[in-house]
């Protein structure tokens, strides 16, 4: 009967010091969720770019392109290292001030561009759009999603 209680004793420690090193994790952890690219959004874009973003006080951003990843075309890539204006850019999700961002971008009926909304779907309507900071996890999602070629002729 010893033995038993001494088996149940070590168990209850083992238990307690289990639910601790949680707690622990969860209080005082600093990893954040991963940020996790909406394919639907970059479907729905015209333009996916990395760009630089400057803010200046109280104006909508200079947002210089620094790579097109899609189109690959002639047109897209007249635009590298010029600077456009993306009025919406502050009243997105995932700005965090000025720094290096992959932009889905759409074109309006003005010719000036925004970021692309993200697709209605049920039970997650009216979010703001996204935008994403640069880096490794990021651009690893972005290269593995694939878009059809702008001019590509369809097989038969």
């Given at each position: 009967m010893k033995w038993a209680r001494i088996r149940l004793a070590v168990a209850a420690l083992l238990f307690v010091a289990w639910l601790g090193w949680l707690f622990y994790l969860a209080a005082f952890s600093n990893a954040r969720p991963p940020v996790i690219l909406s394919r639907l959004q970059l479907?729905?874009?015209?333009?996916?770019?990395?760009?630089?973003?400057?803010?200046?006080?109280?104006?909508?951003?200079?947002?210089?392109?620094?790579?097109?990843?899609?189109?690959?075309?002639?047109?897209?890539?007249?635009?590298?290292?010029?600077?456009?204006?993306?009025?919406?850019?502050?009243?997105?999700?995932?700005?965090?001030g000025p720094?290096?961002?992959?932009?889905?971008?759409?074109?309006?009926?003005?010719?000036?561009?925004?970021?692309?909304?993200?697709?209605?779907?049920?039970?997650?309507?009216?979010?703001?759009?996204?935008i994403y900071v640069e880096n490794a996890d990021t651009l690893k999602q972005l290269n593995s999603i694939t878009k059809p070629d702008v001019f590509a002729l369809p097989s038969q």
């Open positions: 479907d729905n874009s015209n333009f996916d770019v990395i760009a630089s973003v400057a803010q200046t006080d109280n104006q909508p951003p200079k947002v210089t392109i620094e790579d097109v990843h899609w189109p690959q075309t002639r047109a897209a890539e007249k635009l590298l290292h010029t600077t456009i204006s993306v009025p919406d850019l502050l009243s997105c999700e995932g700005w965090k720094g290096r961002y992959i932009l889905p971008l759409v074109t309006n009926w003005k010719g000036s561009y925004e970021v692309a909304p993200l697709p209605r779907t049920p039970g997650f309507e009216g979010a703001k759009p996204r």
